[in-house]
């Protein structure tokens, strides 16, 4: 399928920084899930995150689910606008577990900065 090729991983970059306000992603070679690396910026009223040189690697054969043999970044920078004081009650109301609809294996993470 054209879309797991080089040329397709940049459309559907092209196409995500087109339809998400505040994204920024480039890619100019290779393909985001082979480990070949991109950089990522978004932004909006709340959030500030940049990625550079993201890795993400996927192995497919060896597990049940979405297995990551990589996750790796040159540099990882998130920043969280000051949210208005909430109670203790309000606070503890909107926790949430977060499920999958399977299994997720995450070899390994690497980064050079986190800030």
């Known amino acids: 399928c054209l879309l797991f090729t080089a040329p397709g991983n940049q459309f559907i970059a092209y196409s995500a920084n087109k339809m998400v306000d505040g994204l920024h992603i480039e890619i100019e070679k290779g393909r985001f899930l082979y480990n070949n690396p991109f950089n990522v910026s978004f932004?909006?009223?709340?959030t500030d995150f940049k990625a550079q040189q993201l890795k993400i690697d996927?192995?497919?054969?060896?597990?049940?689910?979405?297995?990551?043999?990589?996750?790796?970044?040159?540099?990882?920078?998130?920043?969280?606008?000051?949210?208005p004081e909430a109670t203790q009650q309000s606070?503890?109301?909107?926790?949430a577990k977060i499920?999958?609809?399977?299994?997720?294996?995450?070899t390994t993470i690497a980064k050079n900065e986190f800030v």
């Open 43 to 46: 932004k909006n009223q709340s």
């Open 58 to 83: 996927l192995f497919w054969w060896q597990c049940d689910g979405l297995c990551i043999e990589n996750v790796s970044a040159r540099s990882v920078k998130l920043a969280l606008a000051n949210a």
């Open 91 to 95: 606070t503890s109301a909107t926790l």
């Open 99 to 106: 499920t999958f609809p399977g299994n997720i294996a995450l």
